[in-house]
């Protein structure tokens, strides 16, 4: 369980950290609606701030279905999907089909979901996204 705590805290870091992630992902629903909260924003109101962490966390396992990722299959973590929650938009819907749904163009959205990849095997290094080209200024 050990390492399956410490890998988990790393996708936790990566999906929190990433440079182009919830910044990007946030950028993006800012173009739809501005006045809109952002996908965790709206989570838990009240509580103290490692609540808020915590129920953010089992959100994200739950939006990105950890649970079925093969990395993690020897792993036991909550999701937010066991007390009865449905993840950051409280929905069954997925959320790069949310965010398409609201206009947002699929080409960022496929990029989005790439650059969010769970397995840490399966990560995106930086040059990677940068040769995608979708950075590239003209």
């Known amino acids: 369980m050990g390492?399956?705590?410490?890998t988990l805290f790393y996708v936790r870091d990566l999906i929190k950290e990433k440079i182009l992630t919830k910044q990007f992902f946030h950028l993006l629903q800012a173009q739809i609606d501005f006045q809109s909260p952002g996908i965790?924003?709206?989570?838990?109101?009240?509580?103290?701030f490692e609540q808020k962490i915590e129920a953010i966390w089992r959100?994200?396992?739950?939006?990105?279905?950890?649970r079925s990722v093969e990395y993690?299959?020897?792993?036991?973590?909550?999701?937010?999907?066991?007390?009865?929650g449905k993840g950051g938009l409280n929905s069954d819907e997925h959320w790069t089909d949310h965010l398409v749904s609201l206009g947002v163009p699929?080409?960022?959205?496929?990029l989005l979901c790439a650059v969010l990849q769970p397995e840490p095997t399966k990560t995106m290094t930086v040059a990677e996204i940068l040769d995608t080209g979708y950075l590239d200024v003209y």
């Open 3 to 6: 390492n399956c705590r410490n």
């Open 106 to 110: 699929e080409y960022d959205v496929v």
């Open 40 to 48: 965790y924003d709206s989570i838990i109101k009240d509580g103290t």
């Open 72 to 84: 993690f299959q020897d792993c036991d973590f909550i999701s937010i999907a066991d007390e009865g």
């Open 59 to 66: 959100a994200q396992c739950h939006d990105f279905d950890l």
